[in-house]
């Protein structure tokens, strides 16, 4: 059954036993009333011949009492006996009996009513009323069968009006919900970026926001895999191809004119493309690690300034070759709580993706300074270069897995690309530490990525040229 049944059911049974409760209960409380009313008619007419008894009795007239019971008689259908005696002193009584005798299985009510004459007390009537419950039932249940009819034609009348409403509720509930699944089978069958406009702010709209930013995750996400198939292959092919076309080379040296030297050389290309594969297997690795969560760092004191030189004595001969000057501006700090060789792999990530985007007669620098945050010393340690830099875009998009830049599709310093995993991996070392890292930039204005780390003693003296404190 489609929600759209079940809610229609749902609002029309739901409408069908409020209208039934409510018609059951007009229908006790008005039995119930009408019951009180009968009640106070039987004592109105109680204390109507008692008075009517009285001013008989008084004028000496018995004709005024038997005329105001016929009266009562005809206006209460209940009063079915009544029958009256006068009784005088030393005199037989008379006796009047007006009405019918009850038949058999009626319900007698009877009241009885003395008057006596002030004038003469030996003087008094007395009147037996007999009141027929059954007639006052009746009167009942006729009142309350014409307010069933009535209750019966709102029943109706207010289901066929509900009935058009809960059609409308439930389509405009369900109609997104349907909306989305068409475009879910959509983005299963491949078609992703599909997005649904729908306004409403309300539970619906919030699914449907939730949906459109996943569509559009989901969108960037065949974006990223298709970016980083390409990058793979090319990561792959290239020192591969290189590798084969090295050993190639070798061979024929060998066959025909050994040189110690050119076999070096070859020997030591092929060595730098292994190095780029092992550094793209790496990264895979530590990219799925991260998704199962179990990147592991070991944590120990460890000098921070000895990782800024060994990255920047990597990257030296690679930056003079791109005319790009590599500043390491980290001194003697004091240690800070860390697995040495995953900040060196940090370094090493931040620079590499620094000589990507600064070009030739640019900058990058390394820098580090001490700030203080929740009563905890923290070290900052900071990549900045002159480069190109990026936009809000690109910014929203840096740490992510398997992105990168759009910036990049215009090409970058060296044959190298990258995965899209640099950065990303670069976050999941510093969180593992118990930091943070972010990064600021502007188009034409370079880049600056920093991270931080925790000191490890944090009493430990520091330079006072290197340190700040962020909390004053």
């Known amino acids: 059954m489609r929600i759209r049944t079940k809610l229609l059911l749902s609002f029309t049974a739901l409408l069908a036993a409020s209208m039934l409760s409510l018609g059951l ?69 008379e006796d009047v009996h007006l009405g019918e005798e009850t038949p058999a299985g009626g319900r007698i009510s009877e009241q009885t009513v ?4 002030p004038m003469d007390p030996g003087r008094h009537v007395v009147v037996r009323l007999a009141i027929n419950s059954n007639v006052i039932e009746a009167s009942v249940r006729d009142g309350q069968r014409r307010l069933r009819k009535i209750i019966v034609a ?9 009935f058009a409403v809960a059609y409308w509720l439930a389509g405009n509930i369900t109609r997104p919900i349907a909306a989305l699944s068409r475009i879910a089978a959509d983005i299963s069958s491949g078609r992703v970026g599909r997005k649904l406009e729908w306004s409403s702010r309300d539970e619906l709209g919030d699914l449907v926001k939730v949906f459109n930013h996943m569509s559009d995750r989901l969108a960037d996400l065949d974006d990223a895999k298709r970016v980083f198939i390409s990058s793979v292959t090319h990561e792959l092919r290239s020192p591969l191809g290189a590798m ?24 030591a290309r092929i060595q730098g493309n292994v190095t780029r594969l092992s550094l793209l297997v790496n990264d895979l690795l530590d990219a799925a690690a991260i998704e199962k969560g179990k990147l592991s760092c070991v944590l120990k004191p460890a000098q921070l300034s000895d990782s800024a030189a060994e990255a920047c004595r990597f990257f030296e001969a690679k930056a003079r070759d791109h005319g790009v000057e590599l500043v390491n501006g980290v001194g003697r700090l004091p240690e800070v709580v860390a697995d040495k060789a995953r900040i060196r792999q940090v370094l090493i990530n931040l620079i590499s993706n620094a000589l990507k985007f600064t070009p030739a007669g640019g900058r990058i620098e390394l820098a580090a300074e001490q700030f203080r945050d ?74 600056r990525i920093a991270f931080s780390l925790p000191i490890a003693f944090p009493g430990a003296p520091a330079a006072p040229a290197e340190e700040g404190d962020r909390n004053g």
Not at 154 to 162: D, N
Not at 405 to 428: D, H, P
């Open 114 to 117: 003395e008057a006596v004459d």
């Open 374 to 447: 929740g009563g905890r010393r923290w070290l900052e340690v900071s990549v900045r270069d002159t480069g190109r830099g990026m936009d809000e875009v690109d910014r929203s998009r840096l740490f992510q897995p398997f992105s990168q830049g759009r910036n990049v599709a215009g090409g970058v310093q060296g044959a190298v690309k990258g995965t899209g995993l640099g950065l990303y991996i670069c976050q999941s070392i510093v969180a593992q530490h118990g930091g943070s890292i972010e990064a600021q930039s502007a188009p034409g204005q370079g880049t």
């Open 154 to 162: 709102i029943f109706l009348a207010g289901s066929l009006g509900w």
């Open 244 to 267: 084969e076309s090295f050993i190639t080379l070798m061979q024929s040296q060998d066959a025909g004119h050994p040189d110690g030297q050119t076999q070096r050389d070859y020997l």
């Open 25 to 93: 209960g007009i229908l006790f409380v008005q039995g119930a009333r009408e019951r009180q009313d009968m009640e106070r008619s039987v004592q109105v007419i109680v204390n109507s011949v008692r008075r009517a008894a009285m001013d008989a009795l008084v004028e000496k007239d018995d004709l005024q009492l038997l005329s105001h019971v016929n009266f009562l008689k005809t206006q209460y259908p209940a009063l079915s006996t009544i029958h009256i005696r006068w009784l005088t002193s030393g005199q037989k009584g």
